[in-house]
């Protein structure tokens, strides 16, 4: 029987109570499919840190690159100064692991509430590929007489060919394997970003001309989220770097339900990878069983597609669905109708 | 009789129609309220540059600095490359004029559709202070080895102490000035961007002291664009950099019914303001009659505003009202029930 080893990093606030509903689905999907997963929980997060004094074990990168995925909760804690374990944990890993995609799907599913006036599932449905490794999540940058009249604050978005190109081609491919409308977008800024953005079209139109099949499709993150709102349906793959990537996500996560089942991955196709449900951690839920399982179930098929195992990827998909049609009130966190445990047992019972 | 002096540019595709209908409106109630615009047409744009092969005449700025306000239709050509007017005058405008707010008020009007489900002109109701001469803006970078394999492209976002105070302290005048729900929220990303927000945030803390009837909040630009999707209600004055301005003040623009109604002013409060519908040069509809001159009609009235015209401007904004609750059926261009030239037609009656 084929084992995975997964490191399973639940993290602070309601991250545990996540993972332990999306593990019960993983596990029940893998004995359908007849594949296992050999779990491992490291305890890292706000508590480790407040009580080690360091963010992480100086041989934690050196760990995981033993497993064949990471399974995370939420990272935040109510005591650490904001910054600190999103810095020291979440973007070490996908530095150091050069996780050097993170991938958003953005897809309304059937009885799902959205924001947004008149669409439904057919307009909701694309893909946001992000740049995970550069732009201004670089960490570059410095200050000028700092704290005096004159100071000067500078940040530094840094953008090199390998890391574009790589990132534009595994769009290019994302759009041909996932057969959508056969487009991809980038979402940039070519009239003001005139460096950063120049070399990003260049690669863009390079690496393109190779898939003739696909459309090319450009637009400025202005608009960009303009017609996210308006016009959903008229994206397919968009690519895009760090920093707009972190903002049209959590646009899209919006779009198709909230927080409750938004679920993202950070790949390194030729390293370990990490597979999160995109809400933090949400510390004034905890414990009280009542917050929504979903996305960290979805995080978790995402991270089994990604190991290979497409069949159960598209059975806890399927069985999503059907929760989220058939049973919950809202996705909303005290508002589903529905426990933390329940919500992770219906779905299992549709697998 | 009080007369101002208002450098016109109509600019490209649809502006002259806009402005058109615009300086109607403007003259009409100038005419109620006892005084007068002195307007001189400036040709620049597309056309102009074109003919001449140079963007702005040398002496362009010299010129706009005798006027007391400039009024500006919109800037784009389909036979110019993307990027040249746009830097060439309006980034070049705010920037040599010392425009350092960028003003953009999101206001759903009673009859206006807007995308978001659930939510009336009791919700859509807030000010995004941008600042507009620093940032991702001020065009620093340059390239490596560009064009090989391991070229880099370098993007830098350069923040001062006084261009930060500056507008900061202008949010939180124009919030008790507004006298709104009194809060004032810095949109920033201080977790990852950790130079350039971390002044932000010193002077947002800072300058904040001085304001003690009002409160202060902190989000992250991602959260931002979250909430401004699920919960407008909650903002009153949003401050934020040149870059994140840019994308939330265009999310905004639908929240409020698109660009047919959205407006701003790049303001210089010490010196020359120029005021702008957001919306493009929409070319395709050059001429015909059917573009929205809402948005330069709701410019126009900023502009009053800031000359310091409040009973004018408050009149122009009661007549879009009227014509919006009562008259259109759209405000998309072609799909309104009236022409370009009626619309402006039924706000002066309004008057
Ligand atoms: C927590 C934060 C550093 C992170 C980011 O900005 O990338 C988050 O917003 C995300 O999108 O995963
Ligand atoms: C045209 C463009 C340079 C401009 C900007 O990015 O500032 C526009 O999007 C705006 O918001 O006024």
Not at 63 to 78: C, E, N, S, T, V
Not at 161 to 186: D, N, P, Q, S
Not at 190 to 196: E, G, H, K, P, Q
Request: net charge negative; charged share 25%.
């Amino acid at each position: 029987q084929k084992t995975y080893k997964i490191a399973v990093i639940p993290g602070d606030g309601t991250g545990p109570e996540q993972v332990r509903e999306g593990l019960k689905v993983l596990h029940a999907a893998a004995g359908k499919e007849g594949f296992a997963l050999e779990t491992t929980v490291l305890d890292w997060g706000g508590e480790y840190y407040l009580r080690t004094g360091e963010v992480l074990p100086p041989d934690a990168v050196e760990q995981l690159k033993r497993y064949d995925a990471i399974y995370l909760g939420a990272i935040g804690h109510p005591e650490v100064r904001p910054g600190i374990l999103e810095k020291g944990i979440l973007l070490r890993l996908r530095f150091e692991l050069d996780q050097y995609i993170n991938l958003r799907p953005v897809k309304l599913y059937p009885g799902v509430e959205t924001p947004i006036a008149g669409k439904g599932p057919e307009d909701i449905d694309f893909v946001v590929v992000r740049e995970n490794t550069e732009g201004l999540y670089a960490g570059s940058g410095g200050f000028l007489k700092r704290g005096t009249p004159d100071e000067v604050a500078i940040q530094t978005s840094i953008n090199t060919r390998k890391g574009v190109e790589r990132c534009v081609r595994f769009a290019f491919e994302y759009c041909r394997k996932r057969g959508g409308r056969r487009k991809v977008t980038l979402c940039g800024k070519t009239n003001v970003l005139t460096f950063a953005f120049d070399l990003w079209e260049r690669v863009f139109n390079e690496v393109g001309e190779e898939y003739p099949d696909i459309e090319r499709d450009y637009a400025h993150v202005d608009a960009i989220c303009m017609w996210m709102v308006k016009n959903p349906e008229w994206f397919d793959v968009i690519v895009t770097d760090n920093m707009f990537g972190d903002i049209i996500t959590d646009l899209g996560a919006m779009l198709q339900g909230g927080m409750g089942i938004a679920a993202g991955g950070n790949l390194n196709p030729e390293g370990v990878s990490m597979f999160e449900p995109i809400g933090g951690s949400a510390p004034k839920y905890t414990g009280k069983n009542v917050i929504n399982p979903l996305a960290a179930v979805c995080a978790g098929a995402m991270m089994l597609e990604q190991l290979g195992e497409t069949g159960a990827a598209a059975r806890i998909e399927e069985a999503v669905k059907k929760v989220c049609a058939g049973h919950l009130k809202s996705l909303a966190a005290g508002r589903m109708g529905y426990g933390t445990d329940e919500v992770g047992d219906l779905v299992v019972s549709h697998l």
